[in-house]
């Protein structure tokens, strides 16, 4: 059974930083490419950032460029995303995918709140 569950949500002022885990089970790792997607109140789905099943290439979303950054361990099974100067509309449940093909699988989500 494939998991991935997220970790290192919280509340946190403007202007402050978080990092989020992502850890998967239940499949080769390194053969998924990582997403994550963040969903603020009230609003749609969105890619905040990707990285390579080799974690050589990545992309991020215009709003978070220069400011978060995604990686990842293929030893541990775990996919990161380093958030720093965050501001309220950062205000979301961040939520990791793993992507290989066909096959997609998703995180249950963890809530980021950034205060003004």
């Known amino acids: 059974q494939v998991q991935l569950v997220e970790s290192g949500g919280g509340l946190v002022q403007a202007g402050g930083s978080l990092r989020l885990s992502c850890v998967a089970s239940g499949l080769t790792f390194s053969r998924y490419a990582m997403n994550w997607h963040r969903q603020p109140p009230g609003k749609g789905r969105e890619l905040v950032a990707a990285i390579t099943r080799a974690g050589d290439s990545s992309i991020y979303a215009d709003s978070v460029k220069g400011r978060f950054t995604i990686s990842r361990d293929n030893a541990d099974n775990t996919v990161y995303l380093q958030m720093n100067n965050l501001k309220p509309e950062d205000t979301a449940v961040y939520f990791c995918?793993?992507?290989?093909?066909?096959?997609?699988?998703w995180g249950q989500g963890t809530q980021v709140t950034v205060s003004s």
């Open positions: 995918q793993a992507v290989n093909g066909q096959d997609n699988y």
